[in-house]
């Protein structure tokens, strides 16, 4: 069976909000937004398509912006990727959902749609804008209907820690499909530290015990471990075991970057990570992915390169988060910062 591989493709900048912690307004990184082509959207499936058939794997797209649907071309592209059977998920806001915009999105093969809860309604509509609360949850149901699976994603700063679990409680009484939070990523060698690693364990502790009360009682709502801090904490408490057939020198999981995923911004410049602000490796329209993958991202897979984790058992499984460490030291090879583990 082939595995898929995923492309997280800005097709626009253009969006309802100014989010504070957004990679596309933050300083002076966009002087002007960005809007790719329906021409040049084309050559990137295209792109996309050779790369997948050299390395024998399908092509998914998680689409997104600025707000995807707010591209001119947004309802040609859908179809596009319809008519050759390529799935995608929509990363997006709920400004302009309505159920026959959903049921157009479930038509045209989009599997989740993914919405961002990044605090209660203050703190929330203080990150993003005024009412984005309140429209956030009533469109989960507009989404399910038309049998999309509802995402919705936190981001985890020092200014919402203490509301996740109050996010993760609102998630479920309005019966997301998935929930899931990452950690938010400074500019790029700010030496902004952020969130105390102990802290940050302790909110992990608290969402196991959170997870799994609800999983006890039959909730709907999957919770996805997507932070690869999650491989320490369930090792540390022997929810997860290193296999006993495990080879040395082979990478089982944590972070993608490097493995089964790259970044397409709207004006074509490809991204080992769009997390990694410096992590800018080619452009779409002037080489081919596939060459791209063996070349220039090569630099994101030298293991032993790793500060700190090249030297944890775990290393095959988890490296925590590069992209925040990036943020914090400027260098994709240094230590998590909220990574509590005491290496010798």
């Not at 997948?52 to 092509?59: A, D, G, H, S």
Request: charged share 30%.
């Amino acid at each position: 069976m082939r595995d898929y591989f995923a492309f997280q493709w800005h097709i626009t900048d253009e969006c309802d909000q100014r989010c504070k912690h957004c990679y596309i307004f933050s300083g002076n990184e966009h002087k002007k937004t960005e809007t790719m082509s329906f021409a040049k959207m084309c050559d990137v499936i295209a792109n996309c398509e050779d790369f997948c058939i050299v390395y024998n794997k399908y092509p998914y797209f998680y689409i997104t912006g600025g707000d995807p649907i707010l591209h001119p071309d947004f309802w040609r592209l859908a179809k596009l990727l319809k008519s050759k059977d390529i799935p995608f998920t929509i990363l997006g806001n709920p400004f302009h959902l309505n159920y026959e915009v959903c049921q157009r999105l479930k038509n045209c093969g989009c599997e989740k749609y993914q919405l961002s809860l990044d605090g209660m309604r203050k703190t929330h509509d203080w990150f993003r804008k005024k009412g984005s609360f309140d429209t956030t949850l009533e469109k989960i149901d507009c989404i399910k209907k038309a049998g999309i699976k509802a995402v919705i994603m936190t981001t985890v700063s020092e200014v919402n820690i203490d509301e996740v679990s109050d996010i993760i409680d609102t998630a479920v009484k309005y019966k997301a499909d998935i929930f899931a939070f990452a950690r938010y990523c400074p500019s790029s060698g700010s030496g902004e530290k952020g969130i105390e690693p102990l802290r940050y364990r302790a909110l992990l502790e608290k969402c196991s015990i959170k997870f799994s009360e609800y999983e006890a009682m039959g909730c709907e709502t999957y919770f996805n471990k997507k932070d690869h801090l999650w491989t320490l904490y369930d090792y540390e408490n022997g929810k997860f075991k290193i296999p006993s057939d495990a080879e040395e020198g082979v990478i089982y999981g944590g972070c993608n970057c490097g493995n089964c995923h790259l970044t397409i911004l709207p004006n074509g410049d490809v991204y080992a990570c769009r997390r990694v602000q410096n992590s800018r490796v080619s452009n779409v329209f002037e080489d081919r992915l596939a060459d791209v993958w063996v070349c220039e991202m090569e630099k994101y897979r030298q293991y032993d390169k790793f500060v700190k984790c090249s030297k944890c058992e775990l290393k095959a499984w988890c490296r925590g988060c590069p992209a925040v460490a990036s943020g914090v030291n400027g260098d994709f090879y240094s230590a998590d910062p909220q990574c509590w583990k005491e290496i010798e």
